[in-house]
């Protein structure tokens, strides 16, 4: 594992999905075989495999405290090409001093993270004004989490994260994307512990090989999608916001 600490120029970017993000590192220990964000490997010239080097953005901060002064208010994601709270975290609280600055100037946040070090945090979530705590749970089968996403968190982990982060009165969701084989038994473990889930298929061919040397490729069709967000549909107390293939 290649841990580098270096400064950004800046922290703050413009986002598709929510109006901006804030990445506190580069690259992500978790190292799931079909992370999207292993792109940031070439963009940074990174020569290790994607999950064994992170680039520490130490200014990450100071950059953001002064970039909320003259930016527009807006919500920002936390993260979207790393977990902002793989492990690093414990040790340099960069997304804890980030969240921190958002709540202090009134900006929204929506947190996203496999992790339940994201608990450290409940008092900062709680002062913030808008913000949202979601944890990405891709399957309801630990064995499955360990063929895609060795090095993430168990999901009975994220479970009691979500669960104890809505008793905190904190706005939660589960982002059940990429949906993995395995998934159907989230509509037993989520009602009640978040306000909403949000549901995508595996868009990406990176692990493509792990579908395929363990014999799963059935749980990847748009049937199966269509089982699980069928299921996941039929729970009243869960909205859901449902991403579908086309013809779904
Ligand atoms: S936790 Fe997220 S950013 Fe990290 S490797 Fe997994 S999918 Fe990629």
């Known amino acids: 594992m290649v841990v580098k600490e270096v400064l950004a120029k800046s922290v703050l970017s413009k986002s598709k999905i929510f109006d901006y993000v804030v990445n506190p590192y580069i690259g992500c220990r978790h190292g799931c075989f079909y992370c999207y964000a292993r792109f940031m490997k070439r963009v940074t010239g990174h020569r290790e495999p994607w999950g064994e080097f992170v680039d520490v953005k130490t200014n990450a901060a100071e950059l953001l405290r002064a970039e909320v002064r003259k930016k527009k208010r807006g919500r920002v994601w936390v993260s979207g090409v790393c977990d902002p709270y793989q492990p690093l975290e414990e040790k ?5 001093k980030c969240l921190e600055i958002l709540a202090r100037n009134g900006w929204e946040a929506t947190i996203q993270t496999r992790s339940p070090l994201v608990l450290r945090d409940i008092d900062v979530i709680r002062r913030g004004e808008g913000f949202e705590a979601g944890l990405s749970v891709t399957t309801a089968d630990d064995g499955v989490r360990k063929l895609f996403e060795p090095g993430a968190p168990p999901i009975a982990d994220r ?6 982060l809505r008793g905190a009165g904190i706005r939660t969701y589960a982002m059940i994307a990429p949906l993995l084989p395995g998934a159907e038994g989230l509509a037993e473990l989520l009602p009640g512990k978040v306000d909403y889930v949000l549901i995508d298929c595996m868009n990406y061919a990176y692990a493509d090989w792990v579908y395929r040397k363990h014999g799963l490729e059935d749980q990847r069709t748009d049937e199966y999608f269509r089982k699980v967000v069928r299921r996941l549909e039929s729970l009243k107390d869960v909205p859901g916001r449902f991403d579908r293939p086309p013809g779904i």
């Open 92 to 96: 340099y609280g960069l997304t804890r």
């Open 159 to 164: 479970i009691r994260a979500l669960e104890e």
